[in-house]
């Protein structure tokens, strides 16, 4: 389960704050509300990667656990955000190399 949510981790950061797909996350927030409100949102964003991680990977299992493994990740991905971005800044700053 650590390696799914350190993947879930990787996954949200390279989807919703990695510098590569910055152009096309503006684009998406100013055309559409809901997209808007998904690339606001952490906690969000961490749920519906576990969510489609878990119902990709573990067909064998409940919904229950779906929305557990989904909730769980969220709440991971939303700490692990609010605790490491004032690091992520710092070290963009001082190797003068945006990641996000």
């Not at 996954?11 to 152009?23: G, S, T």
């Not at 656990?65 to 700053?93: C, G, N, P, Q």
Request: hydrophobic share 50%; glycine share 4%.
């Amino acid at each position: 389960m650590l390696i799914d949510l350190l993947f879930i981790l990787a996954v949200r950061f390279f989807l919703f704050d990695f510098i590569l797909f910055k152009k096309v996350r503006e684009y998406l927030g100013r055309t559409h509300y809901v997209f808007r409100k998904l690339f606001s949102c952490t906690f969000c964003q961490g749920f519906w990667c576990g969510l489609i991680f878990s119902l990709l990977s573990c067909q064998g299992s409940s919904f229950g656990r779906h929305i557990e493994f989904s909730f769980v990740s969220a709440i991971i991905t939303f700490t692990w955000t609010v605790l490491m971005h004032r690091f992520i800044k710092e070290y963009e700053d001082e190797y003068d190399l945006p990641m996000t």
